[in-house]
C-alpha cells in the first residue's frame, strides 16, 4: 500500500515538473527569460539559451532539499539547470561534490553528466526575474 502511495507522489511531482516547464502563468518574466536570450553579454554570444522555466533537478525522494530563488539570467535561464552556468553556481556545486553529493564538481550544461544524489535541488521561482526582484504574484504563481 505505501509503494502506491510512493508511486503516486512521484507521478505527481512529474506532472508539476510538465507544468513548470509549460507555464505561462508570468508574462513579465517569460519576456525577460526570452529577452535576455536574445540579447545576451559578449561572454555568452553564440549560446542557445533555454529561456524557459527551468524545473527542478536531483532525487524527488531525497533527504536533503535545496530551495534557491530563481535561475540567474545568465545563469540557470541560459543553461535550462538550477545553480548552473555561473560563479556562485560553480561555488555550489563543488560544495555538492565535496560533500559526496555530485558526481561532478562543474556543472555548465543540462547534458554535462552531472548527477546528484540523496539531494533536490529546486527554487521559489523557476523563471529568472528583472533586477532578481519578483512581483509578490509571480511568487504566488509558482508555488
Not at 560553480?90 to 553529493?101: C, I, P, T, V, W
Amino acid at each position: 500500500m505505501e509503494e502506491k502511495g510512493l508511486e503516486l507522489r512521484l507521478k505527481s511531482l512529474e506532472d508539476l515538473q510538465r507544468r513548470v516547464l509549460a507555464c505561462n502563468l508570468c508574462p513579465r518574466l517569460r519576456e525577460f527569460d526570452v529577452r535576455v536570450g536574445l540579447n545576451p553579454p559578449r561572454r555568452f554570444r553564440g549560446q542557445a539559451y533555454w529561456s524557459m522555466p527551468v524545473p527542478s533537478l536531483g532525487d524527488p525522494l531525497a533527504p536533503i532539499v535545496i530551495v534557491g530563488m530563481a535561475p540567474a539570467p545568465h545563469g540557470g535561464n541560459r543553461t535550462g539547470r538550477m545553480f548552473t552556468g555561473d560563479q556562485s553556481g560553480n561555488n555550489f556545486f563543488r560544495a555538492l561534490y565535496e560533500a559526496g553529493l555530485a558526481n561532478k564538481p562543474v556543472s555548465v550544461s543540462r547534458d554535462d553528466g552531472l548527477r546528484v544524489c540523496n539531494v533536490y535541488i529546486t527554487a521559489v521561482l523557476h523563471c529568472a526575474p528583472p533586477d532578481n526582484r519578483p512581483l509578490p504574484q509571480e511568487v504566488a504563481n509558482c508555488q
